[in-house]
């Protein structure tokens, strides 16, 4: 029998094998035979050997889309003893040949790549370990199409990129060229390896040697299918190079020749057809019409027996209506694709290749009725037309499914009617294509909203629609649960409709079918998801309603849900953050620290270090309160050892950066000066660094203000202070103050350097109480010489800066300690903030534009009186008063100081004129006869009006009180005889009036110290056991 | 040799069709693979656990008797979930598919459209004739149709099919259009014959049964004794649990109905964490009965979370939904949603318009 003889006899079993092959023929190759393509080993090896039902078996699961299940038994096999060696042999190949078949339906370019990269090691390792055998070459042939597969890949990616990506585009298709390149040398060789092959079974004996036949004739058909396969890559490659450009017409017209010249050498195979079908796709590329449609025409002239030729036969009648469309002859599309396709089968039309027929007939009823006018008749049954196609295409997946989906979306529904489920499959199927019609209704109205802003309203309405339809389906489904219904569709369901109810802000309703989902059935597919929508929806309803305490509840539970259940997961971090939040918001410090222990202990010290944190401004909240000493040191040790632990984490999270900014603030809290230095000018972690580097997470102003604070204060408090840099630190946050925004009266910056300089005075006193002299000392050193530097430049500098420096020498003179040193220390610090103020006062006055506000003069008007005050310096003093008072007469911390003052300056020059002056006031207005200073008697009758309607005055008038009897008593020290008795008898007639009246003195706090005052009063008058405010009981009694 | 393409490529394929010993071993493939497909034209038992498939060759009210090739097995009715028949008009499948999940409309007008006359399977009739009794019943029971009408039709099929394995659900139905109808004495006798059988999970029910009747009449004490006497049957069957759930159920509807608010919470809490999730019927009740706990505590929200649990997941338990719709209107306002208060209306006037809870 000679050779084509042969061939003919066996026709039937070459289309059977040939669909083996439809996994190489985009687009075909996601649906191809590969049942068939098993059968082809049975009928070629003529029995069922126990490799071959193996290789059935695999074959058979990867036709079923069971790759992960092909991949694991693969594996299996190789150390199973029911296994036969000869399958043994060939597991990589299979391997191979499934991971090929399995990134083809993989959804992510990733894994896909992943999948092809592992396919082509295993299909290398057959090859070298079984040179010379057929399955090596087809191994081989197999590679070569994972190198095709992964050139398509690199070709999508380049089309994905916007066109001005010019360099990035051009790098992935040389990268998809080099791909191709190096297919066409593997078919090269795997064409030789046939072509040896089959010289070595030239001469066979039909009587004996009928299995070498068969497998000479399988040979040969996969030597031609490498064949075309080569050639069809030269398409591949033309497509790589700019559409009509010199290469890719070259490339295109070389492929049509090779493919046409394949096609008159194979015209009696089916594979000769599909050549045919890739040389006509050569000339509709190159716009070659009437070529290309003769060549299609050739495939659709096939008889249509077989299902895999008709599969192919459709596919040629697509591409031939594409060719027609391109042309404008939409009614050939109409007639004649439209005939192929109503001649299609049952179940047929779910195909890509029928889906792709669909899709160009859709098109050509859409565009023939965009050239009809608006009232022919004709429009709308074509508009109807195409929209029912396109449906259809956008159901099942395939290249044409988005864009007969953004079609569908362009052309609305048309009125139609929501179809009306009867079974829950039903209702499923029809809620996810709402779905789905939704969010590409959604993407194409973010489209339209730039390029085609009059189909925006238009989308937004199928949006709504798609919502609203879904919605419907998914509750009927619900209601059309049955034996059948499989338990993760339903929750799938139930979980889509929570995530519809939270998009809506139904949140009580997606939280009730969310934490169902995820608290019954957490091992469901949906389970996570549903946590997160429950999370979520629980967090709206708390934070619409603070006082919500069963949203609060249902959010602890729900996130402790999470966190047990999904420990590692993104939500659980959410959760946990939630937890922590929950519980430190309250002070539940113990509970937080629980939770903290229970998570997963990589996981751990990130959140070590949020509660270390969170312990940290709890501690700034609290002020220098000494209760919390032992807190904060824990809070400390937390912060020290979280950041060890996190400081080499890439990227820098927040946390991490908060956290070395409250350690750098704690190491100065404890006058590591060095220490806060080094990590605030940490290279990698330290919070200067991240704002010179604008990191981003050191982007908020508030961290700069802060950061700068702290580098600030730990440049001036350093012995010697590193004046410059301090300088340089003060300059940047006056700039981070600016950024911060938002500063109506402008003295923002003056009260972050006062509070610097009561931060500083409050630590000195800390150093002092704790009895660490020398830390003191040594601070208060560092400190005076920074501000003795920047003093001499005082002229040069800006209002808060003048403000801040004079503050503090104040604030620092406050803060010292009784020795002799400490008084010539503190007097120096006085006459300096005296003169700092003094120099502002004056010049506001000759410039009223330098203070920031009104408010800010008027601080250092009165912080000038009272370093005058402080100096001894009383007339200045009171005269500093009276000019502030002219202003601002009924400034009550004003008029107490004043009073004050008066007293001082009495009890320094024995003066009892001044002391009357402290009981009376002083400076005489002599237009209204009234005293500009009020003095302790009046400052008593404003405050016992005012506490009629505000209690906070009550302290206030009790004090003052107490203050006529106190100068009375000092009067009475001072005076001799009759006078003193005088005295005495007015301070206490002053008390027993103050008892008479109220007897409560003003409550617990004040009443000791009239007690106090009256036993003093009572000892002065000769009394040996002073009875103190008893004698008035006793009196009363 | 000179090639005839026409010849060559064509003729095969129209003369021949795939060799026979290929589609011989595709089928031991798929076989292989898939495993044995049951029979088009088998009955089909869903046990309570796993499935029963054969020919039904005879039922009684107690049990039913099941042949597969030679074998034959008789499987009582208390382990059954359902059956469908071989060859059953395909009306009835969808009937019985909505009447469970309580679209008691749709599933009498499947049923209507099938013509009596050309069924000649008389377990198919019967079932038939049941559905038809029963989401009468069903419909009844909600105000939809008159109580004593429908009375008389599941009467009637009891009456004519006696040997029927719907015996006792026809008979615990009866028992409950009585209670509806106001007559608890009579009703408590048909719930008798459930305690009658001879398995403890259906004792178990007709006390639970018993109770809620008691319930009804506002006996709470009594039916408290009820709760109590199914709890003290051991039973571990699937059934048996779930009526000493149901019990527990009704024991905290009573506790709470007479002042024990939080007591019966809890157990309300505890049904729904050990009952199965996909139990219908039970877990509308308690999510109801949860909810009605709430509002007598005045805890609005909670209770609102509860009666939306019966709204969104157990829609298909008509009675239930209705009242949780009820309540869930009144709620929606008192939190101040009007909208969500409209739309629960709504839903309650356009599914429920003849029900009390509508009303």
Redesign the interface.
């Known amino acids: 029998m000679?050779f084509?003889?042969e061939?003919?006899?066996r026709?039937?079993k070459y289309?059977?094998l040939f669909s083996s092959l439809l996994p190489l023929f985009p687009p075909v190759k996601l649906f191809g035979c590969r049942?068939t393509a098993?059968?082809c080993y049975?009928?070629l090896a003529g029995s069922?050997r126990a490799a071959d039902r193996d290789a059935?078996?695999v074959e058979?699961?990867r036709g079923?889309g069971q790759h992960e299940l092909v991949l694991e038994y693969l594996e299996h096999s190789q150390s199973s003893p029911i296994v036969s060696d000869e399958f043994k042999g060939r597991i990589a190949y299979e391997k191979g040949i499934t991971l090929l078949d399995l990134s083809r339906r993989l959804p992510s370019a990733e894994r896909r790549t992943d999948a092809l990269d592992n396919a082509r090691r295993e299909l290398e390792a057959f090859a070298k370990a079984n040179q010379g055998a057929s399955l090596a070459a087809e191994a081989q042939a197999q590679l070569a199409s994972v190198l095709i597969e992964r050139a398509k890949q690199r070709m999508i990616q380049a089309e994905a990129l916007p066109a001005e990506s010019k360099q990035e585009r051009e790098t992935f298709f040389v990268e998809a060229r080099s791909f191709i390149d190096e297919a066409r040398k593997l078919f090269d060789t795997v064409e030789k390896a046939y072509e040896a092959l089959l010289e070595d079974q030239r001469n066979l004996d039909p009587k004996t040697q009928q299995k070498e036949i068969d497998e000479r004739l399988e040979m040969r058909v996969r030597l031609a299918q490498v064949r075309v396969l080569r050639a069809r890559a030269l398409y591949d490659l033309a497509l790589t190079h700019p559409a009509k450009s010199p290469d890719a017409q070259q490339l295109l017209e070389q492929s049509a020749k090779e493919l046409g010249e394949l096609y008159e050498k194979y015209?009696?195979?089916p594979i000769g057809s599909y050549a045919r079908l890739y040389e006509g796709q050569c000339y509709q590329a190159l716009e070659q019409w009437k070529l290309a449609v003769g060549c299609f025409g050739d495939v659709t002239g096939?008889?249509d027996?077989?299902p895999v030729?008709r599969k192919l036969i459709t596919l040629a009648h697509a591409y031939q209506a594409a060719c027609y469309n391109a042309q404008q002859q939409f009614d050939t599309t109409l007639t004649q694709s439209r005939g192929w396709l109503e001649q299609s089968q049952s179940g047929e039309r779910s195909a890509a290749e029928w889906g792709a027929l669909q899709f160009q007939i859709a098109e050509a009823a859409r565009l023939k009725a965009a050239t009809l006018e608006e009232r022919d008749r004709q429009r709308p049954r074509l508009i109807s037309q195409a929209r029912d196609l396109y449906r259809a295409v956008s159901r099942e997946p395939g290249e044409h499914q988005r864009a007969a989906r953004v079609a569908l979306a362009e052309l609305g529904r048309g009125g139609d009617e929501f179809p009306q489920a009867?079974?829950f499959a039903e209702a499923y199927t029809l809620a996810k294509d709402a779905l789905d019609s939704m969010n590409v209704a959604k993407l194409a109205a973010q489209i339209a909203a730039e390029n085609n802003p009059d189909a925006l309203s238009s989308l937004e309405q199928q949006a709504t629609d798609g919502q609203a339809e879904a919605r419907l389906n998914l509750?009927l489904a619900?209601?059309?649960?049955?034996?059948q219904t499989e338990?993760t569709q339903?929750n799938e369901v139930?979980y889509l409709?929570s995530w519809l109810l939270w998009e809506q802000e139904?949140y009580?309703?997606a939280?009730?079918?969310a934490s169902?989902v995820a608290t019954?059935?957490p091992d469901d597919p949906s389970g996570a998801a549903a946590a997160k929508i429950a999370l979520a929806s629980f967090d709206r309803l708390r934070a619409a309603d603070e006082n919500?305490a069963?949203?609060a509840a249902?959010l602890v539970q729900i996130a402790q849900f999470i966190a047990e259940h999904w420990p590692t997961s993104d939500t659980a971090e959410v959760a946990f953050n939630m937890l922590l939040n929950s519980a430190l918001q309250e002070d539940r410090l113990a509970e937080a620290e629980a939770l903290v222990s229970q998570i997963a202990e990589e996981r751990r010290p990130l959140f070590e270090l949020k509660l270390a944190n969170a312990m940290w401004e709890r501690q700034l909240r609290a002020g220098s309160d000494d209760s919390q000493a032992q807190e904060r040191e824990a809070a400390l040790k937390l912060l020290d050892s979280g950041f060890a632990k996190l400081r080499n984490e890439r990227p820098i999270t927040p946390t991490l950066a908060t956290a070395g900014l409250y350690l750098a603030q704690a190491y100065l809290d404890q006058a590591r000066y060095q220490d806060a230095i080094a990590l605030l000018e940490d290279t990698e972690v330290g919070p200067l660094q991240l704002l010179s580097s604008d990191n981003e997470v050191a982007s908020r102003p508030a961290y700069a203000v802060e950061a700068h604070k702290a580098a600030l204060r730990a440049y001036v408090s350093l012995t010697p202070p590193q004046s410059e840099k301090a300088l340089a630190e003060m300059a940047a946050l006056e700039r981070a103050v600016e950024q911060l925004g938002g500063d109506g009266d402008g003295d923002r910056l003056t009260r972050i350097y006062v509070s610097l300089g009561l931060q500083l005075q409050r630590q000195i006193e800390s150093f002092l109480a704790a009895g660490k002299r020398q830390e003191a000392d040594a601070l208060v050193a560092a400190f005076a010489t920074f501000l003795d530097k920047l003093n001499e430049r005082r002229d040069a500098l800006d209002w808060a800066t003048t403000q801040w420096i004079s503050q503090t020498y104040f604030n620092l003179a406050e803060g010292l300690g009784d020795a002799e040193a400490d008084g010539q220390q503190r007097r120096q610090f006085y006459e300096r903030a005296r003169d700092g103020f003094a120099a502002m006062i004056a010049a506001a006055e000759s410039d009223a534009s330098l203070p920031p506000s009104e408010n800010s003069l008027l601080a250092a008007r009165l912080q000038h009186a009272q370093s005058l005050r402080q100096l001894g310096e009383f007339s200045a003093a009171i005269d500093a008063f009276t000019a502030i008072l002219r202003a601002r007469e009924t400034m009550l911390d004003v008029q107490t100081a004043a009073a004050e003052t008066y007293r001082e300056w009495g009890v320094a020059e024995k003066s009892p004129a001044r002391l009357e002056n402290s009981i009376f006031g002083g400076r005489r207005v002599p237009s209204t006869g009234q005293n500009r200073i009020w003095g302790w008697l009046k400052l008593a009758q404003i405050a016992a009006k005012a506490a009629r309607s505000d209690p906070k005055y009550k302290d206030m008038f009790f004090e003052a009180r107490l203050n006529v009897a106190e100068v009375r008593f000092l009067a009475a020290m001072q005076a001799q005889g009759a006078e003193r008795k005088n005295q005495l008898d007015k301070a206490k007639q002053n008390i027993r009036s103050m008892v008479q009246l109220y007897p409560d003195l003003g409550g617990e706090t004040l009443r000791p110290k009239y007690d106090a005052l009256l036993k003093n009063i009572q000892r002065e008058a000769g009394e040996v056991s002073p009875a103190g405010l008893n004698e008035f009981q006793s009196t009363s009694t | 040799?000179k090639?005839d393409?026409n010849?060559?490529?064509?003729a095969?394929?129209?003369r021949?069709s795939?060799?026979a010993?290929?589609g011989v071993?595709?089928n031991v493939?798929?076989l292989?693979?898939i495993g044995s497909s049951a029979h088009a034209q088998n009955d089909r038992i869903?046990l309570w656990s796993g499935n029963e498939t054969g020919e039904i060759t005879k039922t009684t009210p107690l049990e039913v008797t099941i042949e597969r090739g030679s074998a034959s097995k008789t499987i009582p009715v208390s382990e059954i979930?359902?059956i469908v028949l071989g060859g059953e008009p395909s009306e009835l499948t969808?009937a019985r598919?909505?009447a469970?999940?309580?679209?008691f409309q749709?599933a009498m007008a499947a049923l209507e459209k099938i013509d009596l006359a050309q069924v000649t399977n008389e377990l198919i009739r019967q079932d038939i004739e049941f559905y038809k009794a029963y989401i009468a019943a069903k419909q009844a029971l909600l105000g939809e149709r008159p109580v004593a009408e429908a009375g008389r039709e599941m009467y009637a099929f009891v009456n004519s099919a006696k040997e029927s394995y719907h015996f006792l659900q026809a008979t615990e139905i009866l028992g409950d259009l009585l209670v509806a109808s106001g007559k608890y004495s009579d009703a408590q006798r048909q719930y008798d014959t459930l305690a009658k059988t001879p398995w403890p999970s259906y004792k178990m029910r007709a006390a639970v049964l018993t109770g809620r009747a008691l319930q009804a009449e506002k006996k709470h004490a009594e039916a408290l004794q009820q709760f109590n006497a199914a709890l003290s049957l051991k039973d571990d069957s699937e059934e048996g649990k779930r009526q000493a759930l149901a019990a527990q159920l009704g024991k905290s509807v009573s506790l709470s109905a007479t002042g024990k608010v939080e007591e019966g919470v809890k157990i309300v809490e505890e049904v729904i964490s050990q009952a199965n999730?996909?139990d219908k019927e039970l877990n509308a009740r308690a999510y109801n009965a949860l909810g009605n706990c709430y509002e007598q505590a005045e805890?609005i929200?909670?209770a609102?979370?509860a009666y939306?649990?019966t709204?969104?997941?157990y829609?298909?338990v008509p009675e239930a939904h209705a009242e949780a719709l009820s309540r869930l209107a009144g709620l929606w306002e008192k939190i101040g949603q009007p909208t969500?208060a409209r739309q629960a209306r709504e839903t309650l006037e356009e599914r429920y318009a003849s029900t009390r809870w509508a009303k």
């Open positions: 000679d084509e003889q061939e003919t006899e026709t039937e289309v059977i049942l098993a059968l049975l009928t069922l059935e078996f058979a699961l079923r015209s009696r195979w096939l008889p027996a077989n030729i009867k079974t509750r619900l209601q059309l649960v049955d034996d338990l339903l139930r409709l139904e009580l309703q939280a009730a079918l169902f019954r059935y919500d069963f949203a249902q | 040799m090639l393409r010849r060559s490529l064509r095969p394929l129209r021949r795939l060799p010993a290929v071993a595709a493939l798929l292989l693979i869903r979930r359902s969808q598919v909505n469970d999940n309580g679209g749709p999730p996909e805890q929200k909670p609102l979370f939306l649990h709204d969104l997941l829609s298909g969500q």
